[in-house]
C-alpha cells in the first residue's frame, strides 16, 4: 500500500532480560572480571554489588577462590589497614568516561580512575592487578587473629585497645561490609587461630584460662562457640610458636623449659602427645599452606617444598616456570603462601628504589601416585606498586 509506514523491529539487548536471567549469565563469569563489568552500566553496577548474583553462583556450583591483601600504609592515619582483592587489568578496554566521576563505581571497588592510579603503566605486562575496595574504617593495625572461612574474612579477639577482647568481627566479602559476629566466651589476645574442616579453632590468648576454656571452637553454620578441653598445665603455660591443622589434626609447637608438640584430634576430642621429630620440621618459620591435606612450604633461597608424612621428609616440589618466577622471588623481603582453590597463590613484597613492588603468582598442582608431586607456574607478575613505607599484613583466599 502507498506511503503504508513498515513496522518497526526493536533490537533485543542484553539489558532487556528480566534479572533472573541476567543474574544466570552474570554468575557464570569470573569475579575477577566483576570490575570491568561495572563500567558498563548503572544496572550493571547494581546487579553486580547485589547478594542475589552471589547466591545465585552457588546454586550453579560457579563459586570460585578469590584472594584478599590487607596492606599496612602508615601515612595514611586515618585507615592505615587496607583491604585490596585480585582482579582483571582493564588494559583492553577504553576509558567510558575521559572524566570519571569520582564515586565508587560499585558497592565493591573503586572507580576506573583511581583503579589505574594504583597501576603503573611500567607493570601493564600484567593481566592481573590488586584493587582497592572499599570498607567501613577497619577496626585493627596488625595481623593477629585474621582467617577465612568460605566467603567470609574473620577478625578474632585483636583489638586496637591492646587488651583481651571476647569480640569477633566478619567481612562479608561479597559486600566487603564488616559486621559483628558471635562473640567468644573468653577474652583474648594474641592467640593461635586456624581453620580445620570449615570450623574456627582458638587456642590460648589468656593467661587466666583453664584446661575447660583453654580454647574453643566456632562452627559458622551453627552461629555457636564450643569450649574444648585443653592439654595439659605444661602445655598451657608454655610459649606458643605456631599451629598446623591437617588431616582432622590441630598440631601445636610450645616451648617452656624444653621444646614439646602436641596434637587435637577432632573427632575424638582428646589431645596426645607427639615426638618433636615426627612432625615437619621448620614449618613453623617458613611460609606454608596446606592443600588437599599436603603441606607445602616455601624456604630460601626460592625453593617450594612439600612434606611427605609416610616418609616424615620433606621432598623438593619440581616446578616449570621457576625460572620467571625467581626474577621476582629474588630480592623480595617476605613471600606468603595460601590455598587458592587446590592452587598454590604465592604473594611477595620486593623494593625498587623508593617504591615497592607487591607482586603475585599461583601454581597449578599434580599429585602422581601419592609419592610424588609436581607444579607448574600459571603466572606471576607485579600486580601492585606502592610506596616503600607499605607492607603486607594478611593475605587470604576466600570462596565467593
Same mark, same amino acid.
Given at each position: 500500500?502507498?506511503? @503504508?509506514? %513498515?513496522?518497526?523491529? $526493536? &533490537?533485543? !539487548?542484553? *539489558?532487556?532480560?528480566?534479572?533472573?536471567? /541476567?543474574?544466570? #549469565? =552474570?554468575?557464570?563469569?569470573?569475579?575477577?572480571?566483576?570490575?570491568?563489568?561495572?563500567?558498563?552500566?548503572?544496572?550493571?553496577?547494581?546487579?553486580? @554489588?547485589? %547478594?542475589?548474583?552471589? $547466591? &545465585?553462583? !552457588?546454586? *550453579?556450583?560457579?563459586?570460585?577462590?578469590? /584472594?584478599?591483601? #590487607? =596492606?599496612?600504609?602508615?601515612?595514611?592515619?586515618?585507615?592505615?589497614?587496607?583491604?585490596?582483592?585480585?582482579?582483571?587489568?582493564?588494559?583492553?578496554?577504553?576509558?567510558?568516561?575521559?572524566?570519571?566521576?569520582?564515586?565508587?563505581?560499585?558497592?565493591?571497588?573503586?572507580?576506573?580512575?583511581?583503579?589505574?592510579?594504583?597501576?603503573?603503566?611500567?607493570?601493564?605486562?600484567?593481566?592481573?592487578?590488586?584493587?582497592?575496595?572499599?570498607?567501613?574504617?577497619?577496626?585493627?593495625?596488625?595481623?593477629?587473629?585474621?582467617?577465612?572461612?568460605?566467603?567470609?574474612?574473620?577478625?578474632?579477639?585483636?583489638?586496637?585497645?591492646?587488651?583481651?577482647?571476647?569480640?569477633?568481627?566478619?567481612?562479608?566479602?561479597?559486600?566487603?561490609?564488616?559486621?559483628?559476629?558471635?562473640?567468644?566466651?573468653?577474652?583474648?589476645?594474641?592467640?593461635?587461630?586456624?581453620?580445620?574442616?570449615?570450623?574456627?579453632?582458638?587456642?590460648?590468648?589468656?593467661?587466666?584460662?583453664?584446661?575447660?576454656?583453654?580454647?574453643?571452637?566456632?562452627?559458622?553454620?551453627?552461629?555457636?562457640?564450643?569450649?574444648?578441653?585443653?592439654?595439659?598445665?605444661?602445655?598451657?603455660?608454655?610459649?606458643?610458636?605456631?599451629?598446623?591443622?591437617?588431616?582432622?589434626?590441630?598440631?601445636?609447637?610450645?616451648?617452656?623449659?624444653?621444646?614439646?608438640?602436641?596434637?587435637?584430634?577432632?573427632?575424638?576430642?582428646?589431645?596426645?602427645?607427639?615426638?618433636?621429630?615426627?612432625?615437619?620440621?621448620?614449618?613453623?618459620?617458613?611460609?606454608?599452606?596446606?592443600?588437599?591435606?599436603?603441606?607445602?612450604?616455601?624456604?630460601?633461597?626460592?625453593?617450594?617444598?612439600?612434606?611427605?608424612?609416610?616418609?616424615?621428609?620433606?621432598?623438593?616440589?619440581?616446578?616449570?616456570?621457576?625460572?620467571?618466577?625467581?626474577?621476582?622471588?629474588?630480592?623480595?623481603?617476605?613471600?606468603?603462601?595460601?590455598?587458592?582453590?587446590?592452587?598454590?597463590?604465592?604473594?611477595?613484597?620486593?623494593?625498587?628504589?623508593?617504591?615497592?613492588?607487591?607482586?603475585?603468582?599461583?601454581?597449578?598442582?599434580?599429585?602422581?601416585?601419592?609419592?610424588?608431586?609436581?607444579?607448574?607456574?600459571?603466572?606471576?607478575?607485579?600486580?601492585?606498586?606502592?610506596?616503600?613505607?607499605?607492607?603486607?599484613?594478611?593475605?587470604?583466599?576466600?570462596?565467593?
Amino acid at each position: 500500500m502507498n506511503g @503504508a509506514k %513498515l513496522p518497526v523491529t $526493536e &533490537t533485543m !539487548t542484553f *539489558l532487556m532480560l528480566p534479572n533472573d536471567l /541476567l543474574f544466570n #549469565c =552474570l554468575a557464570r563469569i569470573s569475579r575477577l572480571y566483576y570490575p570491568i563489568l561495572s563500567l558498563v552500566s548503572k544496572r550493571f553496577r547494581y546487579l553486580l @554489588a547485589s %547478594l542475589e548474583l552471589y $547466591e &545465585t553462583r !552457588t546454586l *550453579l556450583g560457579c563459586t570460585e577462590s578469590c /584472594l584478599y591483601v #590487607c =596492606l599496612f600504609m602508615p601515612d595514611d592515619h586515618h585507615n592505615p589497614s587496607r583491604w585490596f582483592t585480585l582482579c582483571r587489568r582493564p588494559t583492553k578496554i577504553t576509558n567510558p568516561n575521559p572524566n570519571p566521576n569520582p564515586r565508587w563505581f560499585s558497592a565493591c571497588f573503586r572507580p576506573y580512575g583511581l583503579l589505574m592510579n594504583c597501576i603503573r603503566k611500567k607493570d601493564k605486562s600484567s593481566d592481573n592487578a590488586l584493587v582497592s575496595i572499599t570498607t567501613r574504617h577497619s577496626p585493627f593495625n596488625d595481623s593477629c587473629g585474621l582467617t577465612a572461612v568460605g566467603c567470609n574474612i574473620y577478625r578474632v579477639g585483636n583489638f586496637d585497645d591492646g587488651k583481651p577482647s571476647r569480640r569477633v568481627l566478619l567481612m562479608d566479602c561479597r559486600s566487603h561490609t564488616w559486621k559483628r559476629a558471635p562473640s567468644m566466651r573468653v577474652a583474648r589476645k594474641d592467640a593461635c587461630v586456624s581453620v580445620l574442616d570449615g570450623k574456627i579453632y582458638v587456642v590460648g590468648g589468656n593467661r587466666k584460662c583453664d584446661s575447660s576454656n583453654w580454647m574453643e571452637c566456632f562452627d559458622p553454620q551453627t552461629q555457636k562457640w564450643e569450649n574444648l578441653t585443653g592439654p595439659d598445665a605444661e602445655m598451657r603455660e608454655s610459649w606458643l610458636h605456631q599451629d598446623l591443622a591437617i588431616e582432622g589434626k590441630l598440631y601445636l609447637s610450645g616451648y617452656t623449659s624444653r621444646q614439646r608438640c602436641v596434637v587435637y584430634k577432632t573427632k575424638e576430642k582428646r589431645w596426645d602427645e607427639v615426638e618433636v621429630m615426627k612432625v615437619p620440621s621448620g614449618w613453623l618459620f617458613d611460609s606454608s599452606c596446606v592443600i588437599d591435606n599436603v603441606l607445602y612450604s616455601f624456604r630460601w633461597p626460592g625453593v617450594f617444598k612439600w612434606y611427605h608424612f609416610e616418609g616424615r621428609s620433606w621432598r623438593v616440589l619440581v616446578l616449570k616456570g621457576l625460572k620467571k618466577l625467581s626474577r621476582l622471588l629474588h630480592g623480595s623481603l617476605f613471600v606468603y603462601l595460601v590455598d587458592s582453590g587446590g592452587k598454590i597463590a604465592v604473594l611477595g613484597e620486593k623494593e625498587v628504589g623508593e617504591e615497592k613492588k607487591i607482586w603475585c603468582a599461583e601454581i597449578a598442582l599434580e599429585k602422581r601416585n601419592g609419592q610424588e608431586v609436581r607444579g607448574k607456574v600459571e603466572w606471576c607478575h607485579v600486580v601492585l606498586t606502592v610506596p616503600k613505607s607499605c607492607y603486607i599484613m594478611q593475605f587470604l583466599a576466600v570462596t565467593v
